[in-house]
């Protein structure tokens, strides 16, 4: 029976120093709008992100860092691990391939519990679709789908088990939902990644684990900038963008902080677009 909606509710009011309480360690401030921000706390929480050594993958490792969680960057990349510790000291690295099941399985099932699982590791082999190889389509879902599938499995199992539920992001792309010249493959394993969200929504929800995706256009990454830094290669894709220009990183990592916040509570198998309006156009 629903409520009548003239009636009044009492709610317990939360206390200013509980709020205080909550964002006073490890606080992390994303500015929202010109007139506001919001304060979103990772204190006490444990979070893995996987491609941390560049790129988004970094910079999400980091902000996670400062807003108060305990990170493990996974990396297939020594030397990027290397230099994130130097810059964030309390960083767990780990170093695998997860391309490689066994090799993932040895790493990984040992970390103990995570709260927070950002599945960003990613290649993007980009040819025709006439020209592309077995070893291209192989590579291509072994570390878009299949990795990700598998370091969650590890991760939610254990999150299962504990009871107190969690929020896992999965990178995806826009390109995902619109065909993109060259991006057969890529194209094929995001749209593969986006189904496996909604599942993943749909089955572990009830266990309190929220799964999400991000949706980035074009970033400007040291690698993305190096792609499309020629304004004429770039002109297309921006005049598919009604906001006219490209994603910086933090674009995203802002999005995925909200994701695995307690700021998105009752937000579970969408699909988040960071691009401009690409989508709608």
């Known amino acids: 029976m629903s409520q009548d909606r003239g009636a009044s509710t009492t709610r317990p009011q939360r206390s200013r120093d509980t709020n205080l309480q909550e964002i006073k360690a490890g606080a992390l401030r994303l500015d929202l709008s010109k007139g506001g921000n919001m304060e979103i706390s990772f204190a006490n929480k444990r979070a893995l992100v996987t491609g941390a050594g560049k790129g988004i993958g970094r910079d999400t490792a980091k902000a996670l860092v400062k807003g108060g969680a305990a990170v493990i960057a996974v990396s297939r990349t020594q030397s990027d691990l290397d230099s994130l510790k130097a810059e964030c ?10 391309s490689n099941w066994e090799a993932t399985e040895k ?7 995570v709260d927070l699982l950002v ?4 290649v993007a082999i980009l040819k025709p679709f006439l020209e592309a190889t077995q070893e291209d389509f192989d590579k291509s879902f ?5 990795a990700a599938f ?12 504990r009871g107190t539920g969690g929020s896992i ?8 939902q619109a065909a993109i010249k060259d991006h057969a493959v890529y194209c094929a394993t995001k749209g593969a990644l986006d189904m496996l969200t909604k599942v993943m929504a749909l089955e572990l ?3 309190k684990i929220r799964v999400n995706s991000v949706h980035p256009t074009v970033v400007l990454t040291a690698m993305g900038r190096f792609r499309w830094e020629d304004p004429e ?3 297309y894709m921006i005049s598919r963008i009604p906001l006219g220009k490209f994603a910086e990183v933090e674009d995203v990592v802002n999005a995925i902080l909200f994701l695995l916040s307690n700021k998105s509570s009752m937000i579970n198998g969408a699909l988040l677009p960071v691009d401009g309006g690409f989508l709608a156009s």
């Open 89 to 98: 000291p309390s960083i767990i690295p780990i170093c695998v391939d997860l």
């Open 107 to 113: 790493a990984l099932n040992a970390i103990g519990h």
């Open 119 to 122: 599945n960003n590791a990613a």
């Open 142 to 146: 072994d570390v878009n789908v299949k």
């Open 150 to 161: 598998h370091v969650a499995q590890i991760v939610a199992r254990e999150m299962k088990v």
């Open 169 to 176: 992001v999965n990178i995806s792309s826009q390109a995902s």
């Open 205 to 207: 929800g009830p266990h």
């Open 233 to 235: 290669n770039a002109k």
